[in-house]
C-alpha cells in the first residue's frame, strides 16, 4: 500500500486523474473517464455540535476503480460490506485498484494498485538534478587535479 497526497497524479487501470478530487468527481457523476469507472463509499466527519453540523463538510473516502460498471459494482457491494479500520478506511489489496482519502489536506491517502505518476515526474527531477551535479562534480575534480600538479 502506498501513501499518498490529495493532490497527487494518479494513474489506474491505464487512465491518469490529476488528483483524488478528480477521481471523487467522476464517481459522483457516475461517468467514466476513458473507460475507467470510479466509485466511491464515503463517509462524513463526526460532529459534535451546531457550528460542526453546519459548517463542515469534510468526508472520508474510500474511492474504487473498475473497467466495466458490472464489475464496479460488484466491487462496491464488496466494499460496502468490508468492516472499516480507523476512520472509515476500507482500503484492501483484495479490492484494488482503490484510494483512501481522509477527506482533509493535511491528511495523507492510501492506495493499492494505483501509479503515482508524480512520483515517476520526482524520480525523472530527482536524476536530471544528480546528473547535473555529476558534471560539476567532475568539473571540480578535474580542476583540483589541475591545481594539485601546478603546485608541485
Not at 47 to 73: G, P, T
Not at 80 to 96: E, G, P, Q, R, W
Not at 111 to 118: A, F, H, I, K, N
Request: charged share 25%; glycine share 6%.
Amino acid at each position: 500500500m502506498k501513501t499518498i497526497r490529495n493532490t497527487d497524479k494518479i494513474r489506474v487501470l491505464g487512465v491518469t486523474f490529476k488528483d483524488i478530487h478528480e477521481a471523487i468527481t467522476y464517481a459522483q457523476e457516475g461517468k467514466p473517464k476513458k473507460g475507467v469507472y470510479v466509485g466511491v463509499i464515503s463517509e462524513r466527519y463526526p460532529c459534535f455540535d451546531s457550528h460542526d453540523y453546519a459548517y463542515d463538510h469534510r468526508r472520508y473516502w474510500n474511492i474504487i476503480f473498475a473497467k466495466s460498471e458490472v464489475d464496479l459494482n460488484s466491487k462496491l457491494a464488496k466494499l460496502n460490506n468490508t468492516v472499516h479500520s480507523i476512520n472509515f478506511c476500507k482500503c484492501s489489496a483484495t479490492l484494488a485498484p482503490m484510494a483512501y482519502w481522509g477527506g482533509d489536506s493535511h491528511y495523507q491517502g492510501y492506495c493499492t494498485g494505483v501509479e503515482l505518476t508524480d512520483d515517476i515526474e520526482r524520480v525523472f527531477t530527482l536524476s536530471s538534478a544528480l546528473i547535473s551535479l555529476r558534471y560539476r562534480l567532475q568539473l571540480l575534480i578535474g580542476k583540483l587535479k589541475y591545481k594539485i600538479r601546478n603546485i608541485d
